[in-house]
Nanobody, 127 residues
Framework: QVQLVESGGGLVQAGGSLRLSCAAS????????MAWFRQAPGKEREFVAA????????YYADSVKGRFTISRENAKNTVYLQMNSLKPEDTAVYSC????????????????????WGQGTQVTVSS
């Protein structure tokens, strides 16, 4: 079992930046592929970014590529989402997710692939 707790959300003006954190507790964090998803009101959950547990492989949604960066610090059991050049359309509840992998490079943009989820943190971008 892995417990995930997000933090760092808030209200920011368009063009601003935020860094989200996802702290993991429970089993060994380093064997997990990690991802961020988001869900805006009235919309389906949307993939944002994913990071493999080894090798540094990443995957981003086209809508955030070049603006968002996912990273992890295994010693702190934490994964981050640095969000720059924020837009009003980035407004959503952001949740982190984890999947225990057999192969270090595995990752996915599919929500159903992930086994554990945090409760989310609200990000609101004003125009």
């Amino acid at each position: 079992q892995v417990q995930l707790v997000e933090s760092g959300g808030g209200l920011v003006q368009a063009g601003g930046s935020l860094r989200l954190s996802c702290a993991a507790s429970g089993r060994t964090f380093s064997r997990y592929a990690m991802a961020w998803f988001r869900q805006a009101p009235g919309k389906e959950r949307e993939f944002v970014a994913a990071l493999a547990w080894s090798g540094g492989r990443t995957y981003y949604a086209d809508s955030v590529k070049g603006r968002f960066t996912i990273s992890r610090e295994n010693a702190k059991n934490t994964v981050y989402l640095q969000m720059n050049s924020l837009k009003p359309e980035d407004t959503a509840v952001y949740s982190c997710a984890a999947h225990l992998v057999d192969y270090g490079g595995d990752l996915s943009n599919r929500a159903e692939w992930y086994d554990y989820w945090g409760q989310g943190t609200q990000v609101t971008v004003s125009s």
